[in-house]
């Protein structure tokens, strides 16, 4: 007998060795399920957000010709609530049980975010007779919209912070998360290719609707199987989420205290430190340049490429929004080993380079202006792909530094939404602006002369060169200090300890 019970705790011990593949082959199988769910969402949103973007100023001033006073006032009431929504969706997210759970926010939100972005596509009257209805149908469709994508938006970022706190698990994250992004960005190709953009407007606005039949079954499957760490997912036991849960009750009830704190406190508590500041300014400049982007490039491709480039102005409006996505997905090996912060201050000195280079070889060369507009549009927004890595940092050093029991991931990603939502309103003001002092609104009602059409190419040229220069300049300055330098190095290491 007595040998029997020396070997038992051998045989327990052997049992338990073998169950730890088993386990670690679960929790694999757990992340990839939920990983192709976070993608869905992303692969929904995006579906719609790079239609919306891409072509609903365009719309707006070429089509329904709204004055640039209503389009102003539009803009302004936009970034208003912009400031309100974000932090406040982001608080009942975080902070009350019915909102904590993404996958309902989700379900919920999906149906309301496909109508929502068919709100602007379809006029509402006769805006020759009434041109106040082009604005009021500017406010709505910008709010409607935004409102929804807020909602959407808050989860899919609380998603890549809660499915998993590893490192490579992240990187592995961004890689889903930008295939989705891949095919999803092809929508402006298509649309390039079935309705010409906004030239065969009907055949638009079937398609439009059809993208959002499939963003909304795509974000449908979200609600119904992404898992996060905080569902019950099973995780490894030396992550900081097995930390967290061996704490003692006392510490726990300190947690949860900490949890119900209000809205100014926790805001307080985040936003005073000095790498959340950084990051912040560096990303407001990141979202001016990308909006600029997104908004205005068929514009300025249409002007500044000759008639005759016609498939070539395709090709580069199609290659502006499915480029991005693959240099994401070239450059997540050099982000895991580099990590971000390197990553982040090269491509800065690389926007500088090319905005030099384009002065120098001016605008008179128009296959170097179509590569310039895609070079252009792919290193800022494949760099804004990687904002969920240093915003994950955040997070969890948040959650560490005031031992909460669950992370603030919403209330964190709404304070950064507070930095990069008003560019989304100020871009447009301010290009819209420049445009119409260079006579953009003469070409609309075709009472410009070739010396205004002259101006208004030379303005445009200058204002593509200098918002790279600017910004990347700016960019590396703020960009320099911040500390959080080697995540990818430490939390692999503390994951494999």
């Not at 002007?303 to 450059?331: H, R, S, T």
């Not at 709404?414 to 420049?434: F, G, M, Q, R, T």
């Not at 075709?446 to 208004?456: A, D, F, I, K, V």
Request: with cysteine; net charge neutral.
């Amino acid at each position: 007998m007595g040998e029997i019970k020396g070997k038992s705790p051998l045989l327990s011990d052997d049992t338990h060795q073998n169950d730890i593949p088993t386990q670690n082959r679960m929790a694999a199988i757990h992340f990839h399920r939920s990983a192709l769910a976070f993608a869905c969402l992303t692969f929904g949103g995006s579906l719609m957000s790079s239609i919306f973007k891409f072509y609903y100023v365009k719309i707006f001033l070429n089509h329904y010709h709204v004055s640039q006073g209503w389009f102003d006032f539009a803009q302004i009431c936009y970034l208003i609530w912009n400031a309100v929504n974000d932090p406040l969706f982001a608080y009942f997210q975080d902070n009350y049980a019915f909102f904590r759970s993404r996958r309902h926010n989700v379900l919920f939100a999906a149906p309301f975010y496909s109508l929502s972005f068919l709100l602007a596509w379809f006029p509402w009257g006769d805006y020759t007779s009434h041109p106040w209805l082009a604005g009021v149908h500017l406010l709505v469709a910008l709010s409607c919209y935004d409102t929804m994508f807020t909602l959407v938006g808050l989860v899919n970022c609380a998603l890549f912070v809660e499915i998993s706190q590893k490192y490579e698990d992240r990187i592995l994250l961004t890689r889903y998360n930008q295939i989705a992004s891949l095919l999803a960005s092809s929508s402006i190709l298509f649309s390039q290719i079935f309705c010409d953009g906004l030239n065969n407007i009907e055949a638009f606005r079937v398609f439009v609707i059809i993208v959002a039949l499939i963003s909304w079954v795509a974000m449908t499957y979200t609600g119904l199987y992404v898992k996060t760490q905080y569902d019950g997912v099973p995780v490894p036991s030396n992550t900081h989420s097995q930390y967290l849960k061996n704490l003692n009750e006392s510490q726990k009830s300190q947690d949860e205290e900490d949890n119900s704190l209000s809205p100014w406190t926790q805001f307080k508590q985040i936003c005073r430190e000095k790498n959340v500041l950084l990051f912040l300014a560096v990303n407001f400049l990141q979202s001016f340049h990308s909006t600029y982007i997104s908004n205005f490039l068929s514009i300025f491709g249409d002007e500044l490429l000759p008639a005759n480039m016609a498939i070539v102005k395709k090709f580069v409006y199609g290659a502006a929004f499915i480029i991005p996505q693959i240099l994401v997905l070239c450059l997540s090996p050099i982000v895991g080993k580099k990590g971000y912060y390197q990553v982040m201050l090269w491509s800065y000195g690389i926007k500088m380079g090319y905005a030099v280079i384009a002065v120098l070889i001016g605008r008179h060369e128009p296959m170097f202006l179509a590569l310039f507009f895609i070079i252009e549009s792919s290193i800022p927004n494949a760099i804004y792909s990687f904002q969920g890595l240093p915003i994950s940092d955040i997070v969890d050093g948040d959650q560490i530094r005031y031992n909460r029991r669950l992370p603030l991931s919403a209330s964190v990603f709404s304070y950064n939404a507070l930095a990069v939502k008003p560019p989304e309103s100020l871009a447009p003001i301010l290009i819209v602006s420049i445009l119409n002092r260079n006579h953009y609104q003469d070409k609309l009602t075709g009472t410009m002369s070739s010396q205004q059409h002259n101006e208004l190419q030379s303005a445009m040229f200058l204002v593509m060169c200098a918002m790279p220069f600017v910004i990347g300049l700016l960019q590396m300055i703020v960009w320099r200090p911040y500390s959080i330098r080697d995540s990818h190095i430490t939390i692999p290491k503390h994951t494999e300890a």
